[in-house]
Structures are given as structure tokens and as C-alpha cells.
């Protein structure tokens, strides 16, 4: 199934990521939730850890300060955070044990 959702997004439409000062390109359209699980899928050192409830905004684990078209969000629960266009992980939830490449 991950190879799977892989080839789907594979497909779609990019956009810029970035995270700590690294840029990355997601799937536009998707949840930012999915977007780390796909850079997860090609390698990136990340862990997109589940809540209970994931996905439906309730447990909060996926809690991240972005910044989009100049506007900065504090505690999006990027599971219901929709990409639209270039996006700046301003806090990124430890939940997700990112990891610098160099690290």
C-alpha cells in the first residue's frame, strides 16, 4: 500500500517545503500532514507519528507554526492544513523527529 500512495502522489503537482531552512517539494492539494508522510516515503529523515484520532484534528501530535503566503499560523493541525502553494515550517511538532540531512 505505501508503494502505492507513493505512485499517487508521485503524480501530482509539486510545491516548495520549507523546513529548518531546507527546501523539499510536496503535493499540492494534500493535507501538510500527507506531504511530510511523503517526504518521508523518498527519504527524508522523518518520522510522521500517528495520534489517537489521527487525522480528524483531535490529538493535536501533528500541531506545526506555518507560514504561507506571507501569513503566519500558529498551532495548525497541519492533518486538515490543505497545501496550496510554497509553505515555511516556521515550528515543526517534535512529534516528527525531523532531522537535519547534515545531522
Not at 1 to 15: A, F, I, R, Y
Not at 21 to 32: C, K
Not at 44 to 60: E, L, S, Y
Not at 64 to 83: F, H, M, N, P, W
Request: charged share 35%; aromatic share 6%.
Amino acid at each position: 500500500m505505501t508503494q502505492d500512495l507513493e505512485k499517487l502522489l508521485d503524480q501530482l503537482e509539486k510545491t516548495k517545503v520549507d523546513i529548518n531552512g531546507r527546501n523539499y517539494e510536496i503535493p499540492v492539494g494534500q493535507p501538510l500532514l500527507r506531504g511530510l508522510q511523503y517526504l518521508e516515503l523518498k527519504g527524508t529523515k522523518i518520522d510522521v507519528t500517528r495520534g489517537p484520532f489521527c487525522w480528524n484534528g483531535d490529538c493535536k501530535s501533528c500541531v506545526c507554526d506555518v507560514e504561507s503566503a506571507g501569513e503566519l499560523k500558529t498551532d495548525q493541525r497541519i492533518c486538515r492544513y490543505r497545501v496550496k502553494g510554497p509553505i515555511k515550517i516556521h515550528k515543526i511538532n517534535p512529534n516528527f523527529n525531523f532531522k537535519d540531512e547534515d545531522e
